[in-house]
């Protein structure tokens, strides 16, 4: 009987540390990226079960002109989400989506790793039209 209740409750915990493991892979995301042309800095973070990137540096002031509301063209890209609504399945980050800010677009977007390194792919309708760009991860 002693060693039934022993061995269920070492199943349990090797069940709570695998699946505590599984989660926290997720989070590897969590960090800081250069943007592809290295003039600013993108901080990955996590909300609730979601992901987001937001602006944390920019090596020039700028506001966010061409935003196609005209009541948002003076906010500041500094601060501003970038990357919004992730989730992560099965190594991908999906359902989020992707603002662009030199032309004010929002496009569908999905993340996925090369090595350290974000593969950020903003596409229209299916993710075969789209372009890929790398978001190198900061130490």
Do not use: H
Request: hydrophobic share 35%.
């Amino acid at each position: 009987m002693k060693t039934n209740k022993s061995l269920f409750f070492a199943f349990a915990f090797l069940f709570m540390a695998l699946r505590a493991f599984s989660q926290s892979g997720s989070d590897k995301i969590v960090g800081v990226y250069w943007s592809p042309e290295k003039d600013a800095k993108i901080e990955m973070y996590k909300q609730g079960a979601q992901y987001f990137g937001k602006t944390i540096w920019s090596a020039t002031a700028r506001k966010d002109v061409n935003n196609p509301d005209k009541a948002l063209r003076q906010r500041n890209l500094l601060g501003l989400d970038l990357l919004t609504n992730f989730n992560y399945e099965d190594g991908l980050y999906k359902n989020g989506s992707v603002y662009d800010p030199n032309n004010g677009k929002t496009y569908s977007c999905k993340i996925t790793f090369d090595g350290p390194n974000l593969k950020v792919r903003g596409y229209i309708g299916l993710s075969l039209f789209g372009r890929t760009e790398i978001f190198e991860r900061i130490k």
